[in-house]
């Protein structure tokens, strides 16, 4: 298949908090005097043997004393955090290659950031901090060292930043003083990860081709086809008129966040608009006009809340799904009683083998299509913004190594975070012990199975799963990346619909970075803050029926007018033209 190159861009929406830096409230520093961020970063970082370590592009990380650096970790209940990783598995052998002992301060992922940020607060920071999405609360305060001081000793994380012209993506965690403070992950492009999963055997017994219509279909057309199938169903007594066959999970409970989660998320994108988990503060880049508006007040805005309101009104889509909690709707999936769900790339597996548990093995089939298009706009809904979450660097590390043992660090955090050598190892363990090359690709070997890269465990559960037993495939450390390395588990299905997205869908253009200082950034948030609630409230009102999209509209506008969207648009583009 001849794959289309996509200009990789962000997509404003679900990044304007993280956007929206803050600098201390003495700072006097002027957008003239900024530090802007090169586009091309310029390294001294040579491959070579130096005060006691090996480094380099090309290079293992390697400390000719053995030295030990504290990391905070992640720790996911789902796959919890085992001796065996320490004494044989992940950290054992990043060990063994590098010489460097990794301390572990866990802490479980539900309340990862909470105890961070206690122990940073406290002065007792591990020196490597992972799994930062949002660094705002810790730039003031010196706790957290300005890394954009340091990536021009960093060979591996240069080599990826100039490689693939990232500059621009950079840019948009880039704070009032022209610095930034987390090595993020960084991507060569985007690739789909939240989808759908349909049931793929009622579409076709129901007369419905989804194979065939998904380059081009919009949503319109998937209601359609979700008619035609409950229809079908109704008519076989697999279900009654009364019922829903779509009840979706990410939607409801806490993992929404209270605004529609990923399903207005998906479908918000395609009209251009910001909704659910992107909602951020609403706003959003108009280039013609080179200034920012507010998307929850446009016409666009109204389209596509009648477009998902049209799902429930025709009896489809389950207006629960906004309010229970996910294991409600994934019950309901692998039960059979619906037939459509969001799904993302850690999930495959478990809804497959959930289904067989359910449904039995023959007794289903399963298919991952792209989500549809607007009329409006042909989006891919995979995110532009190639940053993922990223790492921390704590000013503890620099004051207690002293600058040349410091660097000495950030080299080794290079080579961790940033090397394909380390990536691999890290999401596949050491190659011929768990995994081999055939007809080149990577595959698990006989005996071992792994959740985390799409391999699920047989009926028997016999097979010992990589990351349970020894931390590979982990949270922690595999984000970003090259697309080749990013796909190099990618089971068949998953490749379809990573890359029909990539083949049949654009992707939005880069909105430029704004960097509030932390007076404008508090002015900012104190109008957000309860202007968001009121679009959240008003919009799962109309979505679900008990406020009208035509006789209820100008409500909703005089509503947000008096919450100030017109001031919180003003501010904003002071912020952004001051900073040009």
Not at 202 to 213: L, Q, R, T, W, Y
Not at 554 to 562: L, P, V
Request: proline share 3%; net charge negative.
């Amino acid at each position: 298949m001849k794959m289309k190159k996509i200009l990789s861009m962000a997509l404003v929406g679900s990044m304007i908090f993280s956007l929206a830096a803050c600098a201390s409230k003495d700072e006097s520093t002027t957008a003239s005097e900024m530090t802007t961020v090169p586009d091309k970063i310029e390294t001294t970082s040579e491959a070579e043997k130096k005060d006691g370590y090996e480094y380099g592009l090309g290079k293992t990380f390697h400390s000719d004393e053995k030295v030990t650096y504290t990391m905070f970790f992640s720790d996911a209940s789902w796959y919890a955090l085992q001796d065996t990783w320490k004494t044989e598995g992940v950290f054992k052998k990043i060990e063994d290659m590098t010489n460097v002992h990794l301390e572990i301060i866990s802490y479980d992922s539900g309340d990862y950031m909470n105890n961070v940020t206690l122990d940073i607060n406290a002065g007792e920071s591990a020196y490597i901090i992972p799994k930062i999405y949002d660094d705002s609360a810790f730039v003031d305060g010196g706790a957290i060292v300005p890394i954009s001081d340091y990536v021009d000793k960093m060979p591996y994380f240069t080599d990826f930043y100039n490689k693939y012209d990232l500059a621009p993506d950079v840019r948009t965690i880039t704070r009032s003083n022209g610095k930034y403070y987390k090595l993020p992950g960084m991507k060569e492009q985007n690739a789909l990860n939240y989808t759908f999963v349909i049931r793929q055997d009622i579409f076709k017994a129901a007369g419905v081709d989804v194979e065939g219509m998904e380059a081009t279909w919009t949503w319109e057309d998937l209601l359609e086809a979700l008619k035609t199938v409950k229809a079908y169903m109704v008519s076989q007594g697999m279900c009654k008129e009364s019922d829903y066959i779509w009840s979706d999970l990410w939607c409801g409970g806490g993992s929404a966040q209270g605004n529609g989660g990923n399903l207005l998320n998906v479908v918000a994108t395609t009209y251009d608009v910001n909704a659910g988990w992107g909602m951020g503060n609403g706003l959003r880049f108009n280039f013609d006009k080179d200034e920012w508006y507010f998307s929850p007040a446009t016409d666009e805005y109204k389209q596509y809340l009648t477009m998902v309101n049209a799902f429930i009104k025709e009896g489809i889509l389950d207006p629960d799904t906004f309010t229970q909690e996910d294991d409600q709707a994934t019950t309901k999936f692998y039960n059979g009683e619906t037939v459509i769900q969001s799904v993302n790339q850690s999930q495959m597996a478990t809804t497959y083998s959930k289904c067989a548990e359910n449904l039995g093995e023959g007794n289903f089939e399963l298919y991952y299509t792209i989500p549809p298009r607007s009329k409006l706009y042909n989006y891919s809904t995979a995110g532009s913004n190639r940053l993922e979450n990223g790492v921390m660097i704590s000013q503890r590390a620099l004051d207690e190594l002293g600058e040349e043992d410091f660097i000495k660090m950030l080299r080794f955090v290079d080579w961790l975070f940033y090397s394909e050598e380390a990536y691999t190892l890290c999401k596949w363990g050491p190659k011929d012990e768990y995994y081999e090359i055939k007809d080149g690709k990577k595959v698990l070997k006989d005996g071992y199975c792994c959740g985390g890269l799409g391999y699920g465990n047989n009926a028997e559960g016999t097979l010992t799963d990589i990351r349970l037993q020894w931390g590979y495939a982990g949270g922690n450390f595999w984000y970003g990346h090259s697309l080749a390395e990013m796909t190099d588990n990618y089971t068949d299905e998953l490749n379809h619909y990573v890359f029909s997205d990539v083949q049949n869908r654009e992707i939005p253009r880069l909105a430029p970075g704004v960097a509030p200082t932390e007076d404008q950034n508090e002015q900012i948030n104190l109008i957000a803050t309860p202007l968001i609630s009121a679009v959240n409230e008003w919009s799962l009102q109309f979505i679900i029926g008990q406020k009208d999209l035509e006789k209820d509209w100008e409500a909703y506008i005089e509503t947000i007018k008096s919450n100030d969207y017109e001031g919180l648009v003003n501010l904003y583009n002071e912020v952004y033209k001051a900073s040009k």
